[in-house]
């Protein structure tokens, strides 16, 4: 299974930007590498997602490796609302109806007041 | 407001127990999946289905069954419950069409307790 790597915790000032980043060595090129995040007692909600260009939504940015090897999600202006895990995951499509996300524990941000 | 919902927030159940956890999802999505999250652990794939029933085992299905009799529902079944299936379960769909790509819609999660 494509895995990815992210560091288990991370903290940042509210009102600065935050980049949370993600490495995902094992990438195929059909994968699309995806972003969600889980308020507390809360499903996870997706955020933004991308397979080789970067990506800009409302809630976010998503720059990708040249090699695709690695992301980064970026807050541009973090609020307390932010506080979440941040789950950085391969979309993995193997043929039609096959496909699966795999995620791993993510990167618990604390936004600092 | 697209939306997967799930039938229970709470549910408390005795061992040995058929427990049923139901989710539907609004949105016409081809795609549901049955996830588990227990701390330290992440969340963890049990069944998916990808059409009305079809369906796929994931990662960790041993212990669970699934139904999906209709498109908008997908049913995570439990013959026999145990302790060890004390758990927050998550339903998510998900779009197989070509420019749909949104990403997994999640619902809020029931949390079973096997007693």
């Known amino acids: 299974d494509a895995k990815t790597t992210q560091p288990n915790s991370m903290e940042s000032n509210e009102e600065e930007p935050v980049h949370l980043p993600c490495n995902h060595s094992t990438i195929s090129g059909t994968d699309y590498i995806h972003w969600y995040r889980q308020l507390p007692s809360q499903g996870p909600e997706y955020v933004i997602h991308g397979l080789t260009s970067n990506v800009n939504n409302r809630m976010a940015s998503l720059a990708i490796a040249e090699d695709r090897k690695s992301s980064t999600l970026i807050l541009h202006r973090a609020t307390l609302r932010d506080a979440a895990v941040y789950y950085c995951?391969?979309?993995?499509?193997?043929?039609?109806?096959?496909?699966?996300?795999?995620f791993g524990t993510g990167t618990r941000l604390t936004i600092i007041p | 407001d697209v939306k997967v919902t799930q039938s229970s927030r709470y549910l408390v159940k005795r061992t040995g127990e058929k427990v049923f956890l139901e989710c539907v999802q609004d949105?016409?999505?081809?795609?549901m999946f049955w996830y588990r999250q227990d701390p330290g652990l992440g969340l963890r794939l049990i069944y998916f289905s990808y059409d009305v029933k079809m369906k796929e085992k994931g990662d960790i299905p041993e212990g669970y069954s699934v139904s999906r009799e209709k498109k908008e529902r997908f049913s995570l079944i439990l013959e026999s419950a145990s302790t060890n299936q004390t758990s927050m379960y998550l339903c998510a769909s998900s779009s197989l069409r070509t420019g749909e790509d949104y990403g997994y819609t999640f619902g809020s999660g029931t949390r079973l307790t096997v007693v």
């Open positions: 949105m016409d999505h081809e795609n």
């Open positions: 995951i391969l979309r993995v499509r193997r043929g039609f109806g096959n496909e699966k996300l795999t």
